[in-house]
């Protein structure tokens, strides 16, 4: 699905014609004289014949464009520091997403800005519009994608325009790291499928595919929060949704396969379990997508890719269940039980690519003729030297920095000294510190009692519902759909009451699962025996911890020397010294380079004094590291991983359990509230025809979206039609509605 349903960015239009010729053929007459006026008379016309272009552009034209856009931003940055004074005609650009809405600025940064924000959709575009069926253009695509994303990082970070105060809502940050996040997801879904295209192993799919559904949700909970909620379309908020599911299901498809054929050497029954329960899953999971689908407008190619698949995996599933039922004879168990595979490093991911000519244009027009011949020649050769200069510094700093990360990796630090301290927070495993911080913030224990309460009210609620319904006049009429409701909602309520055995019976477990029980159960490496009066370890620990400080303390420096370098070059402009002087432009280059010099040498004592450091940190490590049992401290961390991953499992379970049952009572509550209505004359009633009603069962369900708080409104979130069953019903609305909550009932049987 990737290649052929990406999303491409709008481009922001501009809705005022602005041009060059009255404001800058003005200023440069009134500064620089009439004469000189007439002379960058047709480097003006060019600039207003770009912006014309640019403003105009057609996205389904050739990749050639993104050069013409490239040439009117280099021009307008160039226009920006040679003319820093100029008041400019208004500006004036829509949102992108909210064209109704638009903002309007004399400020060149404004139109600047805009131009960037149009390279990034143009890019998208080009995405989107290349030939994706075979390998290089998908990866081709994925270019595109990376190099749009590097066009919004940039515009976010090194123009800051959100501190613009003509900006609109499509240029805040949250909006900009949104869709940059959107486009490298868009990015690696081009990679999943050129993998997928050449074969690649199952595992790396099921590692692309699970990032690509994990960054959907992500972007999925930005659209949702309350900058954001209402600037975009809402069939577009649900495609990330419907994708989220989608990525997931193929990622449990692949990761099914992959354990499939690594353990059947080894354990032919594991590797037909693992399958099986893997591809039930994507089942469910793919089903939800296509209720998703059902219920939205979406983008009919989206859909009809969504119902292949269902099918494909229905037919799929049906298949190994019946080799199971006649072979294997295995018991399909939740993939929690599993085997999990684990996540790509982030190192290892599509990254937003630098675009070089934004952070240093090449403009097309030098409007040579405002100053002599020789200061501009003079000028191009100072700033040649400047940035072969800025570079070369730079790269001493990049180099400064690769070496110190490398030498403490190498020594393995800080990780072996943060092992030294009981109930360090840092040295409790990643594995365990990310599922323990992220039950934190859901809530922990208390989030899944009030959940059960939830649950408890809402099957109250439901069943007085159906007691007025009982008392009906036409009751009799509704029978067989009172009888149907009542018996879901006790079977409903059974379940809930495992749930909530359940929920006792860990009560304590799940309490446990805090930052701060990790941090105090964290193993902390042991010393060797050692003599009574050794001082050497205590010694070498704390050489080894300055040192590490020192380390930090440095790169800081380099940073604000780095910024002190590139504040100094945006400052340094020579033409009015060259303008004004009679001395050789070499004498003003050696002048003007000189207040350099202070910085380079700090640039390299800090290099300096970090190797010293380096060095002697060395020197304390191997008493260090002879001090202690670090292998035993390996395994102990390896042991407490496996036991907090049992309780996490738990916790997991239990919270998709619940959640499911909210899902289940909005839906069946909305059934009940339809009935109520036909029954007491208070709105259209359904048909008379009976209902087969929803069913919840005790398999746990693992989704996506994590729920909040749904009940205070539930009755009102489906609507429920004519002659089908409640499942049906809720499932196939026509009308066009957005479901509340998260992870909606998986309708099984």
């Known amino acids: 699905m990737a290649s052929s349903l990406l999303l491409g960015l709008k481009l922001k239009q501009s809705t005022r014609d602005v041009s060059f010729r009255q404001t800058l053929g003005e200023y440069i007459d009134s500064h620089y004289g009439t004469a000189a006026g007439e002379r960058v008379s047709a480097d003006i016309d060019e600039l207003d014949l770009l912006r014309a272009l640019v403003t105009g552009v057609d996205l389904s034209v050739q990749s050639s464009t993104e050069s013409l856009i490239v040439q009117y931003y280099s021009n307008l940055r160039l226009i920006e520091k040679r003319f820093p004074s100029i008041d400019f005609s208004t500006f004036q650009w829509s949102d992108a997403f909210q064209p109704e809405h638009s903002s309007s600025s004399s400020s060149i940064t404004v139109e600047i800005a805009a131009t960037v924000f149009n390279l990034a959709a143009f890019l998208s575009q080009l995405a989107i519009n290349s030939d994706k069926d075979a390998p290089d253009d998908l990866a081709a695509a994925g270019k595109h994608l990376m190099k749009a994303a590097g066009a919004l990082a940039y515009l976010r970070s090194e123009l800051e325009v959100g501190r613009l105060e003509a900006s609109t809502l499509d240029s805040s940050p949250e909006c900009l790291m949104m869709l940059e996040s959107l486009l490298i997801s868009q990015a690696i879904e081009c990679i999943l499928e050129k993998g997928a295209k050449a074969g690649a192993g199952k595992a790396t799919l099921a590692r692309l595919a699970r990032q690509v559904s994990t960054q959907y949700v992500?972007?999925?909970?930005?659209?949702?929060?309350?900058?954001?909620?209402?600037?975009?379309e809402r069939p577009w908020r649900y495609t990330f949704r419907v994708k989220a599911h989608y990525y997931q299901a193929l990622s449990f498809l692949h990761q099914g396969d992959h354990l499939r054929a690594k353990l059947d050497d080894e354990d032919v029954q594991l590797a037909v379990r693992s399958q099986i329960s893997y591809a039930q899953e994507a089942k469910n999971v793919i089903l939800e997508a296509q209720r998703l689908c059902a219920n939205v407008k979406f983008n009919p190619m989206m859909k009809e890719e969504i119902d292949r698949m269902a099918k494909e995996v229905t037919a799929r599933v049906a298949e190994l269940q019946r080799d199971n039922a006649s072979t294997y004879l295995q018991r399909v168990v939740p993939v929690s039980d599993l085997q999990q595979i684990e996540p790509l490093p982030t190192a290892s991911l599509p990254q937003a690519v630098?675009?070089?000519?934004?952070?240093?244009?090449?403009?097309?027009?030098?409007?040579?003729?405002?100053?002599?011949?020789?200061?501009?020649?003079?000028?191009?050769?100072?700033t040649d030297m400047l940035d072969k200069m800025i570079r070369r510094e730079q790269e001493r700093i990049d180099q400064a920095d690769d070496v110190s990360r490398?030498?403490?990796?190498?020594?393995?630090?800080?990780?072996?000294?943060?092992?030294?301290?009981?109930?360090n927070e840092d040295n409790v495993p990643d594995a365990v510190l990310l599922e323990v911080q992220r039950i934190e913030k859901m809530g922990g224990l208390a989030s899944l009692v009030h959940l059960a309460d939830q649950l408890d009210e809402m099957n109250r609620s439901i069943s007085e519902?159906?007691?007025?319904?009982?008392?009906?006049?036409?009751?009799?009429?509704?029978?067989?759909?009172?009888?149907?409701?009542?018996?879901?909602?006790?079977v409903a309520k059974r379940t809930d009451s495992f749930s909530r055995s359940k929920l006792r019976d860990h009560e304590d477990d799940l309490r446990g699962l805090t930052v701060a029980r990790a941090a105090a159960q964290a193993p902390h490496v042991e010393s060797r025996m050692l003599l009574m009066d050794s001082t050497e370890p205590a010694e070498a620990a704390q050489a080894l911890e300055i040192g590490i400080e020192g380390i930090r303390a440095l790169s800081e420096q380099r940073k604000k020397l780095e910024q002190t370098l590139k504040r100094t070059k945006d400052g340094d402009d020579i033409v009015e010294t060259l303008?004004?002087?009679?001395?050789?432009g070499a004498a003003v280059f050696a002048d003007h380079l000189a207040k350099y010099d202070p910085i380079k040498r700090s640039i390299a004592e800090n290099i300096h004094k970090q190797q010293e450091i380096l060095d002697a940190m060395k020197n304390a490590t191997h008493v260090f590291e002879d001090s202690y049992d670090f292998d035993d401290w390996e395994r102990k961390r390896r042991a407490m991983v496996e036991r907090w991953r049992v309780h996490v499992d738990v916790f997991n379970d239990i919270n998709a359990s619940l959640n499911?049952?909210?899902?289940?009572?909005?839906?069946?509550?909305?059934?009940?509230?339809?009935l109520k209505r036909a029954l007491l004359g208070t709105g259209t009633g359904t048909g008379t025809d009976g209902l087969s009603g929803v069913h919840r069962s005790?398999?746990?369900?693992?989704?996506v979206f994590p729920v909040h708080d749904v009940a205070h409104d539930f009755s009102?979130?489906?609507?429920m039609g004519n002659g089908r069953s409640a499942m049906n019903d809720a499932h196939n609305a026509n009308a066009d509605v957005e479901v509340s909550g998260t992870n909606p009932l998986l309708a099984r049987r």
């Open 465 to 490: 519902e159906l007691d007025e319904c009982r008392r009906a006049p036409d009751a009799a009429r509704y029978a067989a759909k009172i009888d149907a409701y009542a018996g879901n909602l006790s």
């Open 698 to 703: 005790n398999n746990d369900s693992h989704g």
């Open 218 to 232: 992500d972007i999925y909970n930005v659209l949702c929060g309350p900058q954001l909620k209402e600037h975009f």
């Open 660 to 674: 499911e049952g909210i899902e289940f009572y909005v839906t069946l509550s909305d059934a009940v509230s339809s």
């Open 354 to 382: 630098t675009l070089e000519y934004l952070s240093e244009p090449i403009p097309s027009l030098t409007f040579k003729s405002v100053v002599p011949e020789q200061v501009t020649r003079d000028w191009s050769k100072y």
């Open 716 to 719: 009102s979130r489906l609507h």
């Open 579 to 584: 303008l004004s002087t009679t001395v050789d």
């Open 406 to 423: 490398l030498r403490l990796r190498e020594m393995e630090l800080p990780d072996r000294l943060n092992a030294t301290q009981v109930g």
